[in-house]
């Protein structure tokens, strides 16, 4: 996975408290599984071992279209589409604008993946699986950087994002296979998402009843100002 970058947007006139910054931990594309890890010893400072046969379980899990019932992100950018926040002047522009980035994402990304799935390309490269997930990380974090450009998200505070959070459906069995393992002793829970803002999936998750602080959220993260 690439490792944080930062990218800047400048704030409007016609906006206050805003999201003014992502902060682009661009995970790779990840698909939900379970790692079971090996036991270790752990060496205290007075030399005793922790239990080598100990065993931790760790649950890894994607958010869009896998935990929850389709993909969220619409939701977000309506968190920066309020119109009796925003003005229905901005909200019918940054409707625009949304429209673009989404048939631009979807266009380069299918692009992308059929050029990386070629039968000649995928039989010949060795490493094929490392090499398809670095490209497909880098062409996120590049998008992300066309998102920052787009200013979309401006505008968009934590009270604006809570509430488009509870707008997600959630699948049934993936909030409940969540909330027994944050429950099971030895158990963590990860997840994993190229979603825009680390607060929405928390805000999210919250709503279902999980304390998201029980939870590592990998994913890209939102700045704000006062």
């Known amino acids: 996975a690439a490792g944080p970058r930062r990218g800047h947007v400048v704030p409007g006139n016609d906006v206050g408290n805003d999201a003014l910054r992502v902060d682009r931990r ?41 935990c ?32 673009r980035l989404l048939r631009d994402y979807m266009t380069e990304r299918n692009e992308l993946v059929e050029r990386l799935f070629a039968d000649d390309l995928r039989d010949q490269q060795q490493g094929w699986l490392e090499m398809f997930l670095d490209r497909l990380s880098h062409f996120e974090t590049r998008r992300n950087d066309v998102v920052v450009a787009s200013k979309i998200l401006q505008g968009a505070t934590m009270e604006t994002i809570s509430e488009a959070a509870s707008k997600v459906v959630f699948r ?39 304390d998201a602080r029980k939870l590592t959220v990998v994913a890209n993260s939102l700045e704000f100002e006062v």
């Open 26 to 66: 661009m995970p790779i594309a990840a698909c939900s599984f379970q790692v079971p890890t090996r036991g270790h010893t752990v060496v205290s400072k007075a030399g005793h071992g922790a239990d080598p046969t100990r065993r931790e379980r760790i649950l890894v899990v994607d958010f869009d279209d896998t």
């Open 172 to 210: 049934e069995a993936c909030v409940e296979t969540l909330r027994r393992m944050m429950m099971s002793q030895g158990s963590r829970v990860a997840v994993l998402s190229a979603n825009w803002s680390e607060e929405f999936i928390r805000a999210s998750l919250e709503k279902e009843g999980l």
């Open 68 to 99: 929850t019932v389709g993909d969220t992100i619409s939701h977000l950018v309506g968190s920066a589409m309020v119109p009796s926040v925003h003005g229905a002047g901005v909200v019918e522009e940054k409707e625009r604008v949304y429209a």
